[in-house]
């Protein structure tokens, strides 16, 4: 690039010198101070870059890159101002500030997020990830909230149960623990017409608004919330499907961050944070750390 903006300049001592007779003032004197100039701007980008470089190596260990499901409301989502937010979401924010971390919320796609994790774009998956099933996949803090697998159906349906759902067509999000529930009780499956599977719960619900599914799969949690915020004419049956419990997954062999942000997070239960969060999102503490 130096040599080109060089020889740009060295161009313009010719032009210039062959207009000299017509004009004022010196060609040559204007000709070397663009080049200089030129190449002091040159100079200046490559310091900056380096720079940024160096600032960029630096920080490596002082973020905290959290990968989310951008449409899972309530634990993460974009608001009406498009902005990231969340239970979980907030959760993450002040165990960072905490700990005295850049905290970064990343949104991935779900099903591939273990190659998130892999390759070290996200720090770690906090989005109402389920340890149950999951065990040896991650390392994984503590438990901090329970959480079931149900079905949602229209009020207007009919189905009532579990049995109700033979012949129906069920929809569950791709890589979700629902769909490792359902795939774990191929009893219950042999007696759907179909079960699908969907990138996202909004779209779920809109399949199941327009009448092209009968039922969806999906955790408790974000069930009630969707419900309540689409003012939806939709229930929950009684009958779960599973149990499971929701935890904060890193890289195996990362347990320096997860300890961190254990202690974060047991901090935050015993001076009433955790607590806090949890009611302002779901109107009562739902967290399990500390009790």
Same mark, same amino acid.
């Given at each position: 690039? &130096? &040599? #080109?903006?060089?020889?740009?300049?060295?161009?313009?001592? $010719?032009?210039?010198?062959?207009?000299?007779?017509?004009?004022?003032?010196?060609?040559?004197? &204007?000709?070397?101070?663009?080049?200089?100039?030129?190449?002091?701007?040159?100079?200046?980008?490559? #310091?900056?870059?380096?720079?940024?470089?160096?600032?960029?190596?630096?920080?490596?260990?002082?973020?905290?890159?959290?990968?989310?499901?951008?449409?899972?409301?309530? !634990?993460? @989502? !974009?608001?009406?101002?498009?902005?990231?937010?969340?239970?979980?979401?907030?959760?993450?924010?002040?165990?960072?500030? #905490?700990?005295?971390?850049?905290?970064?919320?990343?949104?991935?796609?779900?099903?591939?997020? =273990?190659?998130?994790?892999?390759?070290?774009?996200? =720090?770690?998956?906090?989005?109402?990830?389920?340890?149950?099933?999951?065990?040896? =996949?991650?390392?994984? %803090?503590?438990?901090?909230?329970?959480?079931?697998?149900? @079905?949602?159906?229209?009020?207007?349906?009919?189905?009532?149960?579990?049995?109700?759902?033979?012949?129906? $067509?069920?929809?569950?999000?791709?890589?979700?623990?629902?769909?490792?529930?359902?795939?774990?009780?191929?009893?219950?499956?042999?007696?759907?017409?179909?079960?699908? %599977?969907?990138?996202?719960?909004?779209?779920?619900?809109?399949? /199941?608004?327009?009448?092209?599914?009968?039922?969806?799969?999906?955790?408790?949690?974000?069930?009630?919330?969707?419900?309540?915020?689409?003012?939806?004419?939709?229930?929950?049956?009684?009958?779960?499907?599973?149990?499971?419990?929701?935890?904060?997954?890193? &890289?195996?062999?990362?347990?320096?961050?997860?300890?961190? $942000?254990?202690?974060? /997070?047991?901090?935050?239960?015993? =001076?009433?944070?955790?607590?806090?969060?949890?009611?302002?999102?779901?109107?009562?503490?739902?967290?399990?750390?500390? #009790?």
């Amino acid at each position: 690039m &130096k &040599k #080109r903006i060089v020889g740009i300049a060295m161009a313009a001592v $010719v032009v210039a010198a062959s207009l000299a007779g017509c004009g004022g003032g010196s060609a040559e004197t &204007k000709a070397a101070t663009g080049t200089a100039a030129a190449e002091a701007d040159t100079s200046a980008a490559e #310091r900056d870059t380096a720079a940024a470089s160096e600032t960029a190596a630096a920080g490596g260990g002082e973020t905290l890159i959290v990968g989310f499901d951008a449409d899972f409301p309530p !634990m993460g @989502f !974009m608001d009406s101002d498009g902005a990231y937010t969340g239970f979980d979401l907030e959760l993450a924010q002040e165990a960072a500030k #905490r700990l005295g971390l850049e905290y970064v919320a990343q949104p991935i796609s779900w099903d591939a997020k =273990d190659m998130e994790l892999e390759t070290g774009n996200i =720090d770690c998956i906090w989005n109402g990830f389920t340890i149950t099933g999951r065990e040896d =996949d991650y390392e994984w %803090t503590e438990a901090y909230m329970a959480n079931t697998q149900v @079905f949602v159906v229209a009020r207007d349906s009919g189905i009532k149960s579990q049995a109700d759902l033979a012949g129906k $067509v069920v929809e569950c999000q791709v890589d979700s623990s629902a769909e490792a529930a359902l795939k774990a009780a191929p009893e219950l499956t042999a007696t759907f017409k179909e079960l699908l %599977t969907t990138a996202d719960y909004n779209s779920a619900f809109m399949d /199941l608004e327009q009448g092209a599914v009968d039922a969806i799969a999906m955790d408790v949690i974000v069930a009630g919330y969707q419900i309540q915020q689409r003012n939806a004419d939709m229930v929950i049956l009684e009958d779960s499907l599973s149990a499971e419990e929701y935890g904060v997954g890193f &890289k195996k062999g990362n347990t320096e961050l997860r300890d961190k $942000v254990q202690a974060a /997070l047991e901090e935050m239960a015993a =001076d009433g944070t955790l607590k806090a969060i949890s009611e302002k999102w779901f109107g009562e503490d739902v967290t399990t750390i500390g #009790r």
